[in-house]
């Protein structure tokens, strides 16, 4: 026997597949050949992944250009002497790497869920003999026994199914379970189809079978997905490459303008060691300390937001992704729909009955009472193995999915569970594929029936008439059932046989005679209403939502329609998409957004396809099926109710509803965070630019610094980051969900940004050098001068808070002038430092201040003030020739 991966296992017959292993059918592998396979073939497992060890986690927190320049410039002013200004600097980087650290998230999972999905024993038979193992000792070849319950341990070819039915939504996407046979299949079936085939992970949920185990540990199908997402590349978030790209550009320039001003310095004879001090201040003043701060706050915010609308973010950085989110792909089964059969329509011989209602709840309306509705709801209570129970105000079904839907029609047409009763069970046919309907029969006095239920194409040719005994045609019923099925419906038919006398026992035999056709139901798992409106919210925010599911196309492309996707003329299924190159693949992902049959590969190609058009994608999904494409997405996004392990550690989102309309609130969230970090950047900047200016202005043309090094740094952690944390409790916009998805390379500092930092960096500086200079000019010492300078400088950035949080609109506005609760607390903090610092003895001795006199202490208020009113002035003028 050869270790051979590309045997197509469910093309092959069941004796070809167990000649190919060298097994045998009834005995199963001998004992002595066990050694050599397992060696040859290695225990069945999956690889382990590598954990990062926490002190990497916790150096990474410092691969960040601006950390590097800061910490030069800790070790210029430790060159200097300066202890404090370089433990300051120092104390600076650390918080920032601590609270990285902590907020990054936990170490990739997934591959250890995945581990834990495979079943932990097997009943295998080996010379003959069934014995139990572990499931880890199984090798291609074992005969294993398979029974409701358990867990399929290996990749199996079926050789015997007695009714056996297996869940596999977690590998497929298919919502029900599949019923499972042991004839050969052809070499393209579609993974979700090939019922010959058992997967290992998946549930058996009814039935026995046996099985040839053809493929264990890494060459199983979940072995072939875990390979898939140890090879997933996560890429990089839009935020996180906008800040890396900020940061490059922000530090080539403070160095570059750094290395020109000591250069000048040094052409004009200054001392290099006042030259080296006020190279630190230019640094530490140019470069935004607090904006690894104030980001990880508003993200952080966010996540709190988030969680309140059932919305548990796993890393941080996904918060704001999901403000540039352009296309959403979603899963069908329990996210966009209910994962809840529902009966929604009767075809009563010539009438067709609409059934209204919400899942399993037994309450709802028919559009019509003909006569036959009574026996069709009759048929659908007892010829049932399923039951409802109501908890914590919520109907479920315990037993099989479509039972519990025909269960609830039959309540809602008035049946309780007395008539139930009334008509006790006396034999039963169990559902067998093989037959593809069950049958149940029942007395009630004198009256006793037989009922039948089952695949419509089977129980409709069994029938002779229907219950009204009009002219019976099969054809006409067999079309019925074909345009229930085009509409995504799936059908069952019901039928009845009256008895003279109660049935001891049932046989096939006796139902091929006097068999009548009562109807058709029609089930479907609904479209969540909130789904639908979420939907539309999408499109009016110009996302676009694609449906990517295991689901056979009509239902797929039903569903779609009926959630008002825009593009539903066709449903591409997964066959279909093999055979797409990339450049047919780029056209059709843009013009369907309906894709069905589809495998984990065609979901990461998926994904893959719609992020080369530069467009940010969401993904969401449940399954182990799905976590390929989840990690690779810019945001996965699993269910937290109905999903796997190994979804969620994909993901950097969990729904704890499974609602799409959650998903909707967390992109409105994620634009507000946006919102919120770009406000907070237009304050830092013309903060830091108005001290550097300040600096270098005073270095050009030989002054005395207007502010210290640590002055600054006090100014930079205390007052800017207390005024900036404010801006991150902004709330949103009017118009944050009416706005097309911003570009996933769109830059942090747009032409307005510029003009802005600019504009307000001047204006700063100048109120810092015309308040020191005058200062001097009056004869105050450099330390009062300087602490009018600084003074200066905070009320600046009080009033320019009020300015930007609305930096297009007016903010001289009650409203406006009012202030948020965190912009009235942060002045308040603000004031109390500022306050602090200045009259404080050991603050003075620390920062060299000296206490401002009343008059002087409202002048420095008073530029703030003039600030507001220039800044609101241009904004005035801007709007004003914007509208010429």
């Known amino acids: 026997m050869s270790k051979d991966e590309s045997t197509h296992w469910h093309q092959l017959s069941k004796e070809d597949a167990v000649t190919h292993l060298e097994s045998d059918m009834q005995q199963g592998l001998h004992a002595e050949d066990i050694a050599q396979l397992q060696q040859e073939y290695g225990q069945n497992l999956l690889p382990q992944g590598k954990n990062v060890p926490w002190w990497q986690r916790l150096l990474r927190q410092f691969k960040n250009l601006l950390i590097y320049v800061l910490l030069v410039a800790a070790a210029l002013a430790a060159m200097l002497g300066e202890w404090i200004d370089m433990a300051v600097i120092l104390a600076v980087v650390l918080v920032n790497a601590i609270i990285g650290f902590f907020q990054e998230g936990k170490a990739e999972k997934a591959l250890k869920s995945i581990q834990g999905m495979l079943s932990s024993n097997a009943l295998v038979i080996r010379d003959g003999e069934k014995q139990q193992i572990a499931a880890k000792e199984l090798v291609p070849g074992d005969v294993i026994v398979l029974e409701a319950g358990a867990k399929v341990p290996a ?115 200054n001392d290099p060691s006042y030259l080296f001090m006020a190279i630190v201040s230019l640094v530490v003043a140019a470069i935004p300390e607090g904006l690894p701060t104030i980001l990880t706050v508003a993200l952080a915010i966010g996540v709190t937001r988030m969680a309140s609308r059932n919305s548990i973010i796993r890393r941080l950085p996904a918060v704001e992704t999901l403000g540039a989110v352009s296309v959403i792909c979603s899963d069908k089964t329990g996210t966009l729909t209910r994962n809840e059969m529902m009966v929604t329509q009767l075809q009563l011989s010539e009438e067709t009955v609409d059934v209204s209602g919400t899942g399993y709840e037994p309450t ?151 068999l009548q056709l009562i109807g058709l139901v029609a089930l479907m798992d609904p479209p969540r209403e909130e789904a639908l409106k979420a939907i539309r919210a999408c499109h009016e925010a110009g996302i676009a939502v694609k449906m990517i599911t295991g689901d056979h196309g009509a239902t797929a492309r039903a569903i779609g329609e009926q959630l008002e996707l825009k593009h539903t003329d066709r449903a591409i299924t997964g066959s279909e998409l093999d055979e797409m190159d990339d450049e047919a693949l780029t056209q059709a992902i843009l013009d369907t957004d309906v894709f069905a049959r589809t495998t984990p590969e065609h979901k990461l190609r998926l994904v893959k396809a719609l992020q080369a058009q530069n467009l940010v994608v969401a993904m969401t999904g449940d399954g182990v099926n799905d976590a390929p494409a989840l990690k690779r997405a810019d945001v996965g996004i699993a269910m937290g109710r109905n999903g796997t392990e190994a979804a969620r550690e994909a993901s950097e989102m969990v729904l704890t509803d499974d609602n799409f309309a959650s998903i909707v609130n967390a992109v409105h969230e994620g634009r507000t965070v946006y919102d919120n970090l770009k406000k907070a950047i237009s304050f830092l900047l013309p903060v830091n630019g108005g001290e550097s200016l300040a600096i270098i202005l005073a270095l050009l043309f030989a002054l005395t610094l207007p502010i210290m090094p640590l002055q600054i740094l006090w100014v930079n952690m205390v007052s800017s980051i207390a005024l900036a944390l404010a801006l991150a409790f902004e709330p949103s916009e009017k118009d944050v969900m009416q706005r097309p998805p911003r570009r996933a390379d769109e830059a942090w500092l747009s032409g307005f940004l510029v003009w802005r930092v600019v504009f307000v960096s001047l204006l700063f500086t100048t109120g810092i050098f015309a308040v020191f200079q005058w200062g001097l000019a009056q004869g105050f010492e450099d330390a009062y001068a300087r602490t009018l300078a600084v003074n200066t400088l905070v009320a600046m950035e009080v009033w320019y808070l009020f300015s930007v949080r609305y930096l297009h609109g007016a903010s001289l506005t009650w409203h406006g002038i009012k202030g948020s609760r965190p912009v009235i607390l942060a002045v308040s903090l603000v004031l109390v430092l500022q306050l602090l610092f200045t009259y404080l003895p050991i603050l003075q001795t620390l920062f060299d201040t000296q206490g401002l006199s009343l008059r002087h202490g409202l002048l420095c208020v008073a530029i703030g003030i003039l600030l507001f009113i220039v800044l609101e002035a241009e904004k005035w003028l801007r709007r004003r020739l914007n509208h010429a």
Request: aromatic residues 6%; negative net charge; proline residues 2%.
């Open 155 to 269: 990749d199996v070819r079926l050789l015997k199914s007695n009714s056996l039915a297996i869940q596999e939504a977690a590998l497929t996407g298919e919502s029900l379970a599949i019923e499972k046979e042991t004839g050969s299949l052809s070499q393209d079936t579609a993974l979700a189809d090939r019922r010959n085939m058992a997967f290992s992970g998946t549930l058996i949920t009814q039935g026995q079978g046996t099985g040839l185990v053809v493929a264990t540990g890494s060459d199983t199908e979940l072995g072939r997905i875990n390979k898939m997402l140890s090879g997933v590349e996560e890429l990089t978030t839009p935020l996180l490459r906008q800040m890396a790209q900020f940061a490059r550009y922000l530090t080539f320039t403070i160095l570059g303008v750094a290395a020109l001003v000591f250069l000048f310095g040094m052409l004009r004879g």
């Open 364 to 514: 709802g309306e028919f559009s019509a009472q003909p006569e036959l509705l009574q026996e069709l709801a009759l048929a659908a209570l007892l010829c049932n193995d399923s039951s409802l129970e109501q908890k914590d105000d919520q109907w479920a079904v315990r037993g099989d999915p479509m039972e519990g839907a025909l269960l609830t029609m039959a309540y809602k047409s008035g049946l309780t569970d007395d008539d139930q009763k009334a008509w006790p069970r006396d034999a039963e046919i169990p559902f067998d594929s093989k037959y593809k309907y069950m049958a149940t029969a029942h007395h009630k006095g004198e009256d006793a029936r037989i009922f039948v239920k089952g695949a419509p194409e089977r129980v409709i040719d069994m029938c002779s008439s229907d219950f009204t005994d009009g002219g019976y045609s099969a054809t006409r019923w067999k079309e019925r059932v074909d345009e229930l099925a085009a509409e995504g419906q799936r059908v069952l038919a019901l039928a009845v046989k009256k008895c003279s006398a109660k049935q001891e026992q049932l046989e096939h035999e006796e139902l091929q005679d006097e």
